[in-house]
């Protein structure tokens, strides 16, 4: 008996967890949404959903996310953006936003 009660113990711990990681992992992606779009949207798509205007050549966030950029690379890029993109001040934190919002796109 006592056996089994552990065993939903741990059974119903394991889903908690899960269950709040998951709920960060929306966070965070809702996060770099409203960042992306304050941000990022007046050249890029960041978005199924917008229809420009957007520079031309500039990647969409869907193709950036299905691109063989690497989160290093992504992460690389957007603390030391180079011209013509400008140089935004992000944190780490936002820049982490942000990457998981890209992500998104690829799940
Ligand atoms: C003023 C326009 C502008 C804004 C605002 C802008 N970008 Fe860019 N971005 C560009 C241009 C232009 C390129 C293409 C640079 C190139 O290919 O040389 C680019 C390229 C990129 C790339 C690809 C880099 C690579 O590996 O080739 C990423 C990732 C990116 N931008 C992310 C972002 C994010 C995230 C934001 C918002 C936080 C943002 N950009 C805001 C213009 C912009």
């Known amino acids: 008996m006592r056996i089994v009660s552990t065993m939903f113990l741990a059974m ?3 889903a908690l967890t899960a ?6 992992d929306a966070r965070e992606r809702r996060a770099g949404e409203l960042l ?6 007046e050249c890029h798509i960041v978005s199924d959903a917008q229809r420009g205007p957007v520079l031309d050549g ?8 299905r691109s063989k950029r690497t989160n ?3 992460r690389a890029w957007l603390t ?3 011209p013509p993109m400008p140089d935004l001040p992000l944190s780490e934190r936002e820049i982490a936003s942000v990457i998981a919002y890209i992500r998104s796109f690829s799940d």
């Open 36 to 41: 992306s779009r304050n941000l990022c949207a």
């Open 12 to 14: 119903f711990l394991g």
């Open 80 to 82: 030391d953006p180079h």
């Open 19 to 24: 269950n709040m990681a998951q709920a960060q």
């Open 58 to 65: 500039v990647p969409s966030f869907p193709t950036l996310a």
């Open 72 to 74: 290093a690379q992504l």
